[in-house]
């Protein structure tokens, strides 16, 4: 009964992984949204890792949903290093910029620009979808290592 629970949240914490990678996560104003899926190579990594979390979970492989889970997430939080990263460049770029040319029309049409740039709903389903499947690992874990021998019941 459990093993099935496990199996259908294992299918339904790929498929939310899946969902994430192809809502959009970056929004950027006057240059469009974009998917996680479309932005690069990591993208298409977590996709990848989400299908053979779906394919562990239907064997019943829980134990190897560390490997996917802290691969998701690992890939992940270096994206958001770099995306912080290259926000907080964008920024000094944008200040020494307008210090150089206070009233510049280019220097206010880059604010504007740089202010629009947002965080999409993507990554909310990429993190929660990855933190099912670490925890079917741990239930597992922990089932296996508390459970009863039969020779004993």
């Given at each position: 009964m459990l093993k099935n629970i496990k199996k259908i949240l294992g299918v339904i914490g790929g498929a939310l992984v899946i969902a994430g990678v192809f809502i959009p996560i970056l929004n950027l104003g006057l240059f469009g949204k974009y998917s996680y899926f479309a932005l690069g190579i990591n993208g298409k990594i977590i996709f990848a890792l989400a299908?053979?979390?779906?394919?562990?979970?239907?064997?019943?492989?829980?134990?190897?949903?560390?490997?996917?889970?802290?691969g998701i997430f690992s890939v992940f939080a270096y994206d958001v290093w770099k995306f912080l990263k290259l926000k907080k460049n964008l920024t000094t770029f944008i200040q020494k910029f307008d210090q150089k040319n206070p009233n510049n029309i280019l220097s206010k049409l880059i604010k504007s620009?740089?202010?629009?740039?947002?965080?999409?709903?993507?990554?909310?389903?990429?993190?929660?979808?990855?933190?099912?499947?670490?925890?079917?690992?741990?239930?597992?874990v922990?089932?296996?290592?508390?459970?009863?021998?039969?020779?004993?019941?």
């Open positions: 299908i053979i979390s779906i394919l562990l979970s239907i064997f019943g492989r829980f134990f190897f949903l560390i490997i996917t889970s802290l620009a740089f202010q629009s740039f947002d965080v999409g709903w993507g990554w909310i389903f990429i993190i929660f979808g990855a933190f099912i499947l670490l925890i079917i690992f741990f239930t597992h922990f089932e296996r290592k508390f459970s009863v021998p039969q020779s004993q019941k």
